[in-house]
């Protein structure tokens, strides 16, 4: 299990968060969005997987922020970049450490306590991030 950062900062209040399935994309694989509601839109990381099926972890690839519409929506991505549908949704709850954040999932798949930790090159910017049951 990743340590704690000593200047932890839990959040109370509940997010919602929403796992959209996306397919069609001309040139990339079929993949699965985590997407967390956050102060300025969306946190979103590109995972291979459903979330709900990951054994032990897996790598997430973050992406840049997106709109908080995503929460609601499923149907085709503008300029044919595929099509969205919700795997799953819900609310989370989390703590946050200086690299790693600890997750509580209440979606209708997602759910319990989970581990997204944070690689960054520059002591900056994310590089990679990985998911792995907190339990």
Known sequence: M????????IETAPRRFVVLHHTGHPTEPDHYDL??????GLQTWRVMIAPDTVANDCTLQPL??????????????SNNRGRVRRHDSGTCTIEHGLSVMRVQFEGERLMGSWL???????????EAAR???GD
């Open 64 to 77: 840049p922020t997106h709109r908080r519409d995503y929460l609601d929506y499923e149907g085709p991505i």
């Open 35 to 40: 997407m967390i509601e956050a102060d300025e």
């Open 2 to 9: 990743a340590a704690e950062a000593p200047d932890k900062q």
């Open 116 to 126: 997204i930790t944070f690689e960054s090159n520059d002591g900056e910017r994310v």
């Open 131 to 133: 998911l792995q049951r």
